[in-house]
């Protein structure tokens, strides 16, 4: 299978601590990016990383990009209850594929 | 920014029957669309890519006669699931691709449960 994993599968921390998940891929990828879907909701695109970046950064995200090591990590700072989601990460390349997803809960 | 609508956004139907779902691009030109479907509490799986105006691509495993998909216009593709079993149910997704990018706007999604 081309899926990649993503660790942990589920996550659950304080409100106000930082969030970090990881993602592994097996292809070559143009470039990855990371989604957060909310329980049986559409998915929202938070960011996108191209193949030759190394960290990119939005508001309180913050993604790196290992491609020698074929993996990516998102992290949320100073975690808020709204950021309770499942995040995945999709690997752009010849074949979109996504991850598993890791489920995000923050506790108030 | 980029919007993708699907309809319907949830839809119930008797086994045996027909379904259509719409994705519509609505202030971009996609070249591209790209159907998912999602079982609860599982990753997005990708059912196929459909370009304007050409065939659909079918990932292994998805029969390209029960699900058909229609992309005949640059803002519009629609997925039909034929003859619906109940193991049809799912959450399905679709994405749009605009020309020359690579970013994915996603839809909402589509519940459709099959009694």
């Known amino acids: 299978s081309q899926q990649g994993e993503e660790d942990p599968q589920a996550l659950s921390i304080q409100e106000g601590e930082n969030a970090t998940m990881n993602c592994s891929y097996k292809?070559?990828?143009?470039?990855l990016q990371w989604y957060r879907q909310n329980s049986g909701r559409g998915l929202v695109h938070l960011i996108l990383?191209?193949?030759?970046?190394r960290e990119k950064h939005s508001g309180r995200l913050r993604v790196t990009l290992d491609t020698s090591k074929k993996s990516s990590s998102l992290l949320i700072t100073a975690s808020r209850a709204a950021d309770t989601a499942s995040y995945f990460c999709?690997?752009?390349?010849?074949?979109?594929?996504f991850g598993q997803g890791t489920r995000l809960t923050i506790n108030p | 920014g980029a919007v993708v609508s699907q309809h319907p956004s949830w839809v119930i139907c008797k086994s045996g029957t027909s379904v259509k779902i719409e994705c519509r691009s609505l202030?971009?030109?996609?070249?591209?669309m790209f159907w998912y479907r999602q079982f609860p509490k599982q990753s997005l799986m990708l059912m196929a890519t459909?370009?304007?105006?050409?065939?659909?691509?079918?990932e292994q495993g998805v029969e390209k006669d029960k699900f058909l998909i229609n992309h005949a216009s640059l803002t519009l593709s629609t997925l039909t699931v034929t003859s619906a079993h109940p193991e049809d149910s799912s959450f399905y997704i679709c994405?749009?691709?605009?020309?020359?990018?690579?970013?994915?706007?996603f839809g909402p999604g589509t519940r459709l449960t099959v009694t």
């Open positions: 459909s370009n304007e105006g050409s065939k659909a691509t079918y």
């Open positions: 994405s749009a691709e605009e020309r020359g990018l690579y970013e994915q706007y």
């Open positions: 292809t070559s990828i143009n470039n």
């Open positions: 999709l690997q752009g390349a010849q074949k979109l594929v």
């Open positions: 990383i191209r193949s030759n970046e």
């Open positions: 202030d971009f030109q996609a070249t591209t």
